[in-house]
C-alpha cells in the first residue's frame, strides 16, 4: 500500500502498547457518552463548571479555616495538649488525633454515625501536605485552564475586530472545544528534532519555560486567604521567576540551529532586559507609596473602594500603572511589541522549529505569564481583590456562611481579581488586534530613550510625594484627597466611556464592524 | 546524521516525552517544600524555611548542594558555550534555591532577578553576537589554567580558614527570617557608606561601558 512516494524512508507502523490501548479505549468510551450531552446543553455545562469550580473553591478555603480556628485554636487552648515531636517527615505541627478532634467538635448535630466519620474526614485536613497538595492541584488546574481559554477568547476577539467570527464548530457554543480539541492534536503530533539541533538543549527549553511561570503562581495571592505562600517579597519572586523564563526562550531559539529562531531568540533577550528595568522602576513606584513588597500588604491598605485605590493615589503612581502595562506588554513579548515571533519576518522566531506537545509548552508559558502580569497590575494598582465599594460598607454583615458569600461576591474576594485580571488581559488583545507592529529600533528606543527616564521621574516624584506626605500637613492632606478625587474621577470616566461603547456596539451586534465605525466616528 | 538516525531520535524522543511531566511536578512539590508559611495563633503569617533540622530539610539541602556542585563543576567541564550558560543557570538557580531555604527570602529573589535574568541573559546575549560558529567551543590554554589554579586554590584556602574558625551553633526554634524592612534600614543607615560607594562604581562602570560602546568617538 504505497500512497506517496517520499525521499526518506518510511519509518515502520508503531504498534500501540497496552496502557496506550487503554488511554484510547477509556477516551472514546468517555467521548461516546458525553458527546451526546455537552452538544445538546453546551452554554450550560460551560457555565454551571465555572459555578462549580467557584464554590468548590471556596467551600475548600472555608472548610480549611474552620478547622483552623475551630479545631487547632481550641486544640492550643486545651489544659493537657502538648505539640508534638518533630517527626519523621514533620507532617502536622498540631498532631490531631481523631478522638481530640471528636472531643473538640461539641456540638452534636449530626448523628452519632456520621459524625465519627467525620472526624476522619477532618482528621487529614491539619497536615500540610494535604493542604498543599489540594492547593498545588488547584493552582495546577488554574495554569492549564488559562491559556486554554485565553487562547479560545484571544481567537474570538480577533474575529470580531477583524469582523468574523472566529471558531463556532468544535463544541456547539461558540466553538467553545476549539482549544481543548486543538491542544489534543498537538499532544498526538509527532514530536521533531532537527538533524543539526543540539538535542538536549532542544528538549530541554520548553521547560526551562513553563517552570518559571508556574512557580510564579505559588506566590500570587488571589484574595486575603487564598494564596499557596505568602511571601515577604512576593513582588519581586514573581518578577524574577518570569524574568528567568528568557533563559528557556533564548536557549530554544540557540539549540533550534536555525537562522530565524537565533534571530527572534536574539530579539526576545534584547526586549526582555531592556524592559525589566522600566518595568521594574513602574512597580517601585507604588512599593515606595506602601512601603512593602508583599502583595497582600499592598493590597491591604486599598480596602477602601475605587479611590483608595493605588493607580488613584497620586499622579505618580497613575502614571507609573501606564508604564507598567506598556513595559509588560513588551517582556511578554505580546504586540505591538511581538518581534521575537514576528510571523512576516522570522516565519515564528524562536519556536519555527518546534511542533506538537513542545511547541504548545511555550504558549502555555506566554500566556500564563500575561495572567500573572495583569493579576500583579491589579494587586498592586487596581485594588487587588477589593470590590470598588469600600469594605467598611460590609461590615454589618456578620460571620455567618450566607455573609462571607456577600461578602466575597460584593467587597473583597478573589473573583474581583479574576474580574479585573481579565478585564486587563482582555486590553492586552484588544491591543494586540489593533496596533501594529513596530519595528526593533522603535521598540528599543521607546525604551531605553522614553520608559526609561520617565520610570527614573516618576520613582523620584513618588518619594518626595511620601515624604510631604509623612508630616500629617492639613493642608497637604487636602491636596491629597483632592488628587484621588480628580484622578478616581479620570478613571471613572474611563471605565465609563469603555461599558458606553461596549454597551452601544453590543446593541449594534448585527452590523458590521466597518460601516458601524464609519458611522460613528467623525472624519471617517 | 543520517535520516534513519534522526528518525530514531525523535521516535524516541516521543516516547520519552512524557516522562518529564512527572519530573515537573517533583520540582513543583519540592519547591513548595522548600518554603512554609506558618500559621501563627495570632492570625499572622510569618514564613519560615522549612523546620531545622526536619529529614525535609536535611534531605532538600543535601540534594540542592549536590545539584549546585555538580553544576559547577560542569560549568568548568564544558566545552560548548552555551551548554556551560546553562550550567551556569542551574548553579546560580540552586544557589537561590539555598537561600529560600534558609529563609532569606530577599536575597533569594534578587539572585533570580539580578543573576539568573539579567546577568545570564546578557552573558548568553553577548556569546551570540560575538560568535560567528553556533557550535563555539573554549578550550582553555595552559596559562590561563595556571592562573585559575591559582586565583582558586587562594580563595579555597581562604574560606577554609574562615570556616574552621566560625563558631557553629544551632538555632534554637524556627527561624523567622530577617524582614525586608530590617535589611532597607540597615542599609540606608549603618552600611550606608559601602552602599553608596558600590551605587558610585556601578555608575562608573556603566558610564565607562556607554563611552566603550560609542559608535562615534
Redesign the interface.
Known sequence: MTQFSVP??P?PA?PYGMASRAVIALAQSVYGFAAPIVSRFPGAILISAVIATCVGVWMHSVLFGWV?TQLI?AA?TLPDYTPPA?S???PS?WGLTPSVIHALRVDETVAASVAGLLDYVLWPVQF?IVR??VG?GAL?GLFNVIPVYVIWWERKVAGRIQSRLGPMRVGGWHGWAQSPADGIKLILK????P??A??P?F??AP??T??PS??AF?ALPFGATYV??????AL??I???L??E??GV??AG??S?NKWS?YG??RE??Q??SY?IPM?MALLVPVICV???SLSGIADVQQGGWFSWIAFSNPFCFAAFVCYFIASLASLKRAPFDLPEAESELVAGFVTEYSG??WSLFFFAEYAAMFVICAIASIVFLGGWHSPLPASWGGGLGDGLLARGLTGLLFSGPIWLMFKSVFLLYVQLWLRWTLPRIRIDQVLYSCIQVLLPLTMVLVFGATVWTWASTGHNALWSTVEAATRIILGSIGLVFIGGFIAIAGYGFYHRRRMVGNLVQDVMPGS | ?S?????Q???T??RR?FA?APA?LV???T???G?????S?GGE?V?TAA?P????EVVLFYAVATMTIVSSVAVCMSK?I??MA?WL?MTL?SVSFLYFLLAA??L??????VY???T???L??GV??TNKS?WARYTPGKLELVGAAAVCSVLLVALWLVFLRAEWSRLPGAFA?T???DLGRSLLSVYVVPFEVAGVLLMIVMVGAAHLARQDK
Do not use: K
Open positions: 526518506w524512508q519509518r508503531h483552623d485554636q492550643v518533630l519523621l517527615l514533620s505541627t500540610w498543599d497538595v498545588l495546577f509527532e514530536d521533531l528534532v538533524a543539526g543540539d538535542g538543549l528538549r530541554l521547560y526551562l513553563i517552570i508556574l512557580l505559588l499557596l505562600r505568602e511571601l515577604d517579597v519581586v519572586f518578577l524574577g521567576v524574568g528567568a528568557v533563559v533564548i536557549l540557540w539549540a540551529n537565533v531568540a536574539m533577550a534584547c526582555m532586559i525589566e521594574g512601603g512593602t513588597l506537545f513542545r | 546524521m535520516i534513519d538516525r534522526v528518525n531520535l525523535s521516535s524522543c516521543v516525552r518529564l515537573l520540582l513543583g512539590v519547591l513548595l517544600c518554603t512554609r508559611a506558618m500559621a495563633s503569617v514564613t523546620e533540622g526536619s529529614l525535609l560548548n552555551v551548554r546553562l543557570f538557580a527570602n530577599f533569594a529573589s534578587i539572585q533570580l532577578v539568573a535574568g539579567g545570564l541573559v546578557l548568553v546575549f551570540m553576537l553556533p527570617g524582614s525586608v524592612a
